[in-house]
């Protein structure tokens, strides 16, 4: 499918967004490590940091753009598989610290060992080994996702009822991961981290590596996504998206459509949290949150639901408007970000880029109706 559409050629907007994205991978990080600090251009390193995190964002609006703009799955959850990956990501880091840690067992992590746990459980065997810890990063939430989405869309839960499912998942997750008894570090989570790969996680050369691969991903995410909403499975899920009951009765299988897209989407959801953590510090059960879920739906809407491109400007847009009103007026952080929303519904439906698109578009078919009007 990728190889059939690389071969037609990519949207011209798809394209430049990808060379824009790759020329950031790579600018920023050689910024801040060949540039001495005094100089205009250096980039510092909790920039590079805060960057990466924004990456990190835009992939996930990426995932939940797929299944909301292009297959009508309005997912109030998708917090939850980016925050399994990043769990199954920093159950790895806790296993590199070994003797390091504060009790200095060489075995058990910190918290367990606070928590009198007399031997690892079995389920954090296997995260010694990086190959082991990237499969479930991808596995974890892909599979939570494909039984979820078995059944909830084989019981044809839809619109409403089925974002309040998935919200009620997250929540569920959330309560779930602050017991202590759970194995994952109770409302602390875990950090702490050493080293990533055998690298220092806090050396500058693998924050900058780090950043690059969120970039890497953000633009790979952008080209599988794009491939899957060209091919024949993109309309099918546009036609599952603007009349599902027609393409039911066409024929098509709505439920495994969905499920497909749905499992999908949580795997890069679950990419983009394992990026995440080593890069922030530190993962709990906070990031399970709800709100986070809604502000990831917000991103998309601001940006264009439906366009890719979109959902990307609008997770870096709507964070570094946060990450400027948290530390100015913090206090009218939640007020901007609802009064954005409320904007963005009433004034720019399309959002950023779909508005732009359709005013382009428009300007488009007026120039070249201008010489047909003339002769």
Same mark, same amino acid.
């Given at each position: 499918m990728i190889g059939h559409f690389l071969v037609k050629g990519l949207d011209r907007g798809v394209a430049i967004t990808l060379l824009v994205v790759l020329?950031?991978?790579?600018?920023?990080?050689?910024?801040?490590?060949?540039?001495?600090?005094?100089?205009?251009?250096?980039v510092p390193t909790y920039l590079l940091t805060l960057f990466g995190?924004?990456?990190?964002?835009?992939?996930?609006?990426?995932?939940?753009?797929?299944?909301?703009?292009?297959?009508?799955?309005? %997912?109030?959850?998708?917090? =939850?598989?980016?925050? @399994?990956?990043g769990y199954a990501m920093g159950m790895y880091l806790m296993r590199q610290i070994g003797s390091r840690g504060v009790y200095g067992n060489p075995i058990l992590p910190d918290f367990m060992v606070f928590l009198n746990w007399k031997e690892l459980p079995w389920y954090w065997h296997g995260f010694d080994h990086f190959g082991f810890a990237l499969v479930m990063v991808v596995l974890a939430?892909?599979?939570?996702?494909?039984?979820?989405?078995?059944?909830?869309?084989?019981?044809?839960?839809?619109?409403?009822?089925?974002?309040i499912i998935t919200q009620a998942l997250t929540y569920a997750l959330l309560l779930a991961f602050f017991r202590n008894d759970m194995g994952f570090g109770g409302n602390n989570g875990l950090t702490d981290f050493k080293d990533i790969v055998g690298y220092n996680v806090q050396s500058a050369g693998t924050r900058a590596t780090l950043f690059f691969l %969120?970039?890497?991903?953000? =633009?790979?995410?952008? @080209?599988?996504?794009?491939?899957?909403?060209k091919s024949k499975l993109g309309k099918v899920l546009i036609a599952?998206?603007?009349?599902?009951?027609?393409?039911?009765?066409?024929?098509?299988?709505?439920?495994?459509?969905?499920?497909?897209?749905?499992?999908v989407s949580a795997m890069l959801a679950g990419l983009a949290g394992a990026l995440y953590v080593p890069q922030v510090g530190i993962i709990n059960p906070g990031e399970f949150a709800p709100a986070n879920s809604i502000e990831a739906v917000i991103w998309v809407a601001v940006g264009g639901r439906g366009t890719l491109v979109g959902a990307i400007v609008g997770a870096v847009a709507v964070n570094w408007g946060k990450t400027w009103f948290t530390g100015a007026l913090p206090e009218l952080w939640l007020f901007a970000l609802g009064g954005l929303f409320v904007l963005v519904t009433l004034f720019l439906p399309k959002g950023i880029v779909g508005t732009w698109s359709a005013w382009t578009a428009k300007r488009r078919a007026a120039r070249d109706a201008a010489p047909a009007a003339a002769e």
């Open positions: 020329a950031i991978g790579v600018l920023i990080p050689a910024s801040n490590l060949l540039l001495p600090e005094g100089h205009a251009l250096h995190k924004y990456a990190t964002y835009a992939t996930l609006a990426l995932a939940l753009d797929l299944v909301w703009g292009y297959c009508g799955i309005l %997912s109030l959850g998708h917090g =939850a598989f980016f925050a @399994l990956g939430p892909g599979l939570l996702a494909f039984v979820f989405g078995w059944f909830a869309f084989r019981s044809r839960v839809t619109g409403v009822y089925l974002s %969120s970039c890497l991903l953000v =633009a790979v995410g952008l @080209l599988v996504t794009s491939a899957i909403v599952i998206r603007d009349a599902e009951s027609r393409t039911r009765f066409i024929g098509y299988r709505v439920a495994t459509f969905k499920t497909v897209v749905f499992t």
